[in-house]
């Protein structure tokens, strides 16, 4: 069965391999390096540095991107894919409720909150790697890290989460943002937990 892709340029003749990792790959190193954030803040000790505002940004991003691409994606490719989808993004609106304002007394929710999401969206990726070719995930995957560049950095819960206004809507609010980012001086990438890349 073939995967609805969003506008891309047409691909040249048989052979053609596009450059980039699978949607599927990119997904599970996230959701393994957000579940482990997650975990570490919750754990006693010492937080991670700026671990709490790099796990909002980086959250956001991240469902952001996921509801641009691949729920589309998984929505055009399997049958029955409604219910389980609506799982995800009535999910993915209470993990944005739990990052506004996140404090302490909410940590171990939001990380309940946020194994519950690997698990749904980790069984709806493995049906759509099921039902898609290798170039049709890598062109997925390629579209979902563009989207994360752009996404916003803070839960807007607001805002709409299905294509296309998400699409149109989600850049612009990303824009302002990374500028409140930069102003601020927040972290929001997770290579900057415990400290500023080296460079």
Excluded at 8 to 20: F, K, R, S
Excluded at 27 to 42: K, P, S, T
């Amino acid at each position: 069965m073939s995967v609805h892709l969003p506008p891309l340029p047409p691909t040249p003749a048989d052979g053609y391999q596009p450059a980039g990792r699978s949607i599927a790959a990119t997904i599970a190193e996230e959701h393994q390096q957000l579940l482990g954030l997650a975990r570490r803040l919750v754990e006693p000790g010492p937080d991670p540095a700026h671990g709490r505002e790099i796990l909002v940004a980086a959250l956001s991003r991240h469902m952001s991107a996921e509801e641009q691409y691949l729920l589309p994606a998984v929505r055009q490719a399997l049958p029955d894919a409604e219910g389980p989808v609506g799982e995800v993004l009535a999910g993915d609106a209470a993990v944005l409720m739990a990052l506004r304002g996140l404090t302490d007394d909410r940590l171990t929710m939001l990380a309940r909150l946020v194994e519950a999401h690997v698990v749904a969206v980790d069984a709806l990726v493995q049906q759509l790697c099921d039902a898609a070719t290798e170039e049709e995930l890598i062109r997925l995957g390629n579209r979902l890290e563009i989207a994360e560049e752009a996404a916003p950095t803070r839960p807007h819960p607001g805002v709409p989460h299905t294509p296309p206004w998400n699409r149109i809507v989600e850049p612009a609010v990303g824009l302002v943002d990374r500028f409140r980012d930069v102003f601020a001086g927040r972290h929001t990438r997770l290579s900057e937990v415990d400290g500023p890349p080296s460079q």
